[in-house]
């Protein structure tokens, strides 16, 4: 059996050529590693990096482009049994969408990138739709859709909408073309070869040069200063390169006989898929490698801490004499949870300077936030019980207030701009605690007079979310002010703000606090936070400190 059949991909037959042969064995090969990459990345889809990269986007995205890059596999083997309509709607459809999809998905950098901006400077939820009727609801949900649609949002509506515009044109060209079909009204029948040939096409073209030459480079533009520190940038830099020189080349072996020699084993359509292929590896395996980079980094530090305790325990006193002089020496060279905790709690220029690499270049902003709001949390409480002769009640009421509000921006996932990620049995236990007070906040109505909406639409929230701060709802932020050691002083202070929360248009007036509520009802959700951030943000972070010290000495 010759490895090249004379005749190539001639119209004629089947090509059971070893060429042939390669390209079936290869499409079997790589369909069972997307496949298998799709499912791990769902198995993971909780993991901080691959949640703010919407799993469910990039798994579609892989898999529409996957069934194009197959079905192009199959052209040359199966020869003559590949009609040119089945080519026009395979080019029509399936690669439109894929590139669609696959742009969507590379646009999240960009919006995770401005969310975490905001995150610095606002104090932000986004309001939930509320209303007495279905109708109300699903009215003020569309309002709310309007509302906080952005950049990002409108990309994805406009990516829903080319979609359906793509699919209704090339349905009205595929049945008034006679290439197609005996019952046209324009072009004529021809031979398989030339129907590949001819206007029919144009619009599958035009999609993917507005994609490729339009979006993508915009939004290298956008991404350039980002550089974050999974190499997302690199990655979406890298996708959008190789997805260049495709349509010419395409445009060129179908309109051109230059290459017609090379067409006869490398058919136009497959100078797509080098770009397809790298692009399906890069949206499932990108976030995998650094999930697998980050446990590998916690099982050699776990490694390095059993050790110590090992020695500790028989009594051995270890070289380097401190745990944390062991973690960051270590073979992985790890900085210890010890140095996280301390610039947590000091607040000072290294926690500001945290809190913005962590918004910059991690991404996950939100967990250094949750983490400073809930400290203070701790500490104000420990403060109020100490005030003398203060109400424990109207205390205990200030202070969850003021957990909802911790519970309403960084941990409800439908009101939260950016919710940290915790384990499922925490969330649970935080959403029995504040879930039924942040709904009636989310969804409350303002008056009148506590609201600068008009009064024929009464329902009504903040114009941009990113923009909503906590004077959007009834909540009182932590104090600010320290409560003095004086008596009459603290006392005042204190109940002054307490009772001012009570009033008419106040949703929380009247909830029952549930028994369970205390000082430590973020303890755990604490410990998970500062254990994601210790993994790797504050790794990476430590070590360019390092560097940059190591080069201005």
């Known amino acids: 059996m010759p490895f090249l059949n004379p005749g190539g991909h001639n119209f004629i037959g089947v090509n059971t050529d070893g060429w042939g042969i390669v390209q079936l064995v ?140 793509q699919f209704f044109v090339s349905l009205v060209i595929y049945i008034i073309s ?137 009594g051995v006193n270890p070289a380097n004499g401190s745990l944390t002089t062991l973690v960051t020496q270590g073979s992985s060279g790890r900085h210890s949870m010890k140095s996280l905790e301390s610039c947590l709690n000091a607040n000072g220029e290294d926690f500001s300077a945290f809190h913005k690499f962590c918004a910059n270049k991690a991404l996950n902003g939100e967990n250094v ?31 969850y207030r003021n957990a909802v509000d911790i519970y309403l921006k960084l941990v409800n996932e439908p009101t939260a701009a950016y919710p940290i990620n915790v384990e499922g049995k925490i969330y649970l236990t935080l959403k029995s605690l504040f879930g039924a007070a942040a709904t009636l906040i989310a969804t409350r109505r303002p008056s009148a007079a506590r609201s600068n909406s008009n009064a024929a639409t009464p329902w009504d929230v903040p114009a941009d979310p990113l923009e909503a701060s906590g004077n959007d709802h009834p909540l009182r932020p932590i104090l600010t002010h320290s409560i003095s050691m004086d008596k009459t002083n603290s006392t005042t202070e204190l109940v002054t703000e307490v009772e001012a929360e009570a009033d008419l248009d106040d949703p929380l007036t009247g909830i029952t606090i549930p028994a369970k509520f205390d000082q430590t009802c973020f303890d755990e959700a604490m410990a998970s936070v500062k254990n994601m951030l210790w993994q790797q943000p504050w790794q990476d972070f430590m070590n360019s400190r390092r560097e940059s010290t190591a080069s201005t000495s």
Request: proline share 5%; hydrophobic share 50%.
């Open 178 to 314: 006679r290439k197609f079909n005996a019952y046209g009204i324009v072009s004529h029948a021809t031979t398989e070869p030339l129907c590949r040939r001819g206007w029919e096409w144009a619009p599958s073209i035009i999609w993917q040069a507005v994609w490729n030459y339009i979006a993508g480079p915009y939004l290298l533009w956008k991404i350039r200063m980002i550089n974050d520190i999974y190499n997302w940038r690199l990655q979406t830099t890298i996708a959008l390169v190789l997805g260049l020189p495709g349509t010419p080349l395409w445009l060129l072996s179908v309109y051109s006989d230059k290459l017609s020699a090379v067409n006869k084993y490398w058919i136009p359509a497959m100078w797509f898929l080098p770009a397809l292929i790298a692009w399906e590896l890069i949206m499932l395996c990108g976030p995998l490698v650094t999930i697998y980079k980050n446990r590998k980094a916690a099982i050699d530090n776990s490694r390095i801490l059993a050790e110590f305790r090992k020695k500790k325990c028989k």
């Open 26 to 165: 290869f499409a079997i090969i790589f369909t069972i590693i997307i496949l298998v990459l799709s499912v791990v990345l769902w198995m993971y889809r909780n993991e901080p990096v691959i949640r703010m990269r919407k799993a469910p986007l990039a798994i579609a995205a892989a898999l529409t482009l996957h069934v194009y890059t197959t079905l192009v596999l199959l052209v040359y083997p199966i020869n003559q049994y590949w009609p040119c309509n089945a080519e026009f709607w395979i080019m029509s459809i399936y690669l439109p969408i894929g590139i669609g999809l696959f742009q969507a998905q590379n646009q999240l950098l960009l919006r995770t990138s401005r969310g975490q901006q905001h995150l610095l400077t606002q104090d932000i939820y986004r309001p939930l739709p509320g209303g007495k009727t279905k109708s109300q609801y699903y009215w003020n949900a569309f309002k709310l859709w309007c509302q906080t649609a952005r950049e990002g949002g409108y990309f994805e509506g406009f990516v829903a909408a080319g979609i359906i515009v």
């Open 369 to 399: 936030l949750f983490l400073e709001k809930t400290i203070k949390f701790k500490n104000e409480w420990t403060r109020i019980l100490t005030v003398p002769d203060c109400s424990l009640e109207k205390a205990r009421m200030h202070m």
